[in-house]
């Protein structure tokens, strides 16, 4: 990385060479008006959000260290997909390598953008179900704990603000609204 001038909590300005997973693009756009304006957006190949539901209707969430924010935060199973791989798949991954658990089953529930103002992340959200555990693979940089919530639990979490991660938020109100279907 460039040397360059941090800020007073350490965080600096990176360029686009500094980036490992994220590519920024610009655009230029015509207005109704005639003139036009660069957009910037951030390319991101969307990440699978595992909502793993144990076999007595528990979901497990990690209890994760986000340095961004400097703040551990309750979280469901997260990932980017990795090139060429299907949303699904990448799902089973993760779900192993930040929990230890495995599941026989796994299938997509839904998908949204997670900030299409400036980003082309797509959240695409996992159902996990028939768990069986083994051992966590952690990434060297992630500090991960995990735990099992009752669904009443989780909602009394969402509201009092324990829970304040849009995409759990986003996952876990979506299962509670349509577990009877899934």
């Not at 990795?82 to 599941?103: I, N, Q, Y």
Request: proline letters at 3%.
């Amino acid at each position: 990385m460039r040397d360059a001038k941090a800020s007073k909590n350490g965080w600096r300005k990176a360029s686009a060479s500094d980036v490992n997973f994220l590519r920024i693009e610009t655009k230029k756009i015509g207005r109704p008006d005639g003139t036009t304006k660069i957009l910037e957006r951030v390319r991101h190949d969307g990440a699978a959000v595992i909502v793993p539901i144990t076999a007595s209707g528990e979901v497990i969430m990690l209890r994760q260290y986000r340095p961004a924010v400097d703040a551990w935060l309750y979280e469901l199973p997260a990932g980017t997909i990795e090139k060429g791989e299907k949303p699904v798949d990448c799902g089973a991954r993760e779900l192993k390598e930040e929990t230890g658990f495995s599941a026989n089953e796994v299938k997509e529930i839904f998908s949204s953008y997670s900030s299409p103002g400036w980003s082309t992340e797509k959240h695409y959200f996992i159902l996990a179900r028939g768990l069986t555990k083994g051992k966590q693979r952690l990434d060297a940089d992630e500090k991960i704990g995990g735990e099992q919530f009752t669904t009443r639990h989780l909602q009394e979490m969402i509201n009092d603000g324990r829970i304040v991660d849009g995409k759990t938020i986003q996952g876990i109100c979506f299962y509670l609204q349509n577990r009877s279907r899934l």
